[in-house]
């Protein structure tokens, strides 16, 4: 059974940071693209970031770019979302997510190409 449990979620004023984290079981982590969605409150899920399996290549949504760094360390089965220079516009539930297709090389922006989510953790930041 897979399990995706992201973490480090909270409350903070805009221009602090957090760093996110999701912790992967049942499935060979290092073989599967990995992404970050989030999606606030009347809005839908969107794509902020992801990382592929081999060379770590990572691709941004243009509103994070230069702000958030995503990363990945197989031999935990976690991925990480540093996120700096925080902006109210940056509050909603924050979600991982792994490729429908392990061993894909490509990161896809679309949510339909990910199949195994996980339950998301809140981020909120105050002016």
């Known amino acids: 059974q897979v399990q995706l449990v992201e973490s480090g979620g909270g409350l903070v004023q805009a221009g602090d940071s957090l760093r996110l984290s999701c912790a992967a079981s049942?499935?060979?982590?290092?073989?599967?693209?990995m992404s970050w969605f989030r999606q606030a409150s009347g809005k839908e899920r969107e794509f902020v970031a992801g990382i592929g399996r081999v060379d770590s290549s990572a691709i941004y949504a243009d509103s994070v770019k230069g702000r958030f760094t995503i990363s990945r360390d197989n031999a935990k089965n976690t991925v990480y979302l540093q996120m700096n220079s925080l902006k109210p516009e940056d509050t909603a539930v924050y979600y991982c997510?792994?490729?429908?297709?392990?061993?894909?090389?490509?990161?896809?922006?679309?949510?339909?190409?990910?199949?195994?989510w996980g339950q998301g953790t809140q981020v909120t930041v105050s002016s």
């Open positions: 049942g499935l060979s982590f290092s073989v599967y693209t």
């Open positions: 997510a792994a490729d429908a297709t392990p061993y894909y090389t490509l990161v896809s922006r679309l949510r339909g190409a990910y199949e195994y």
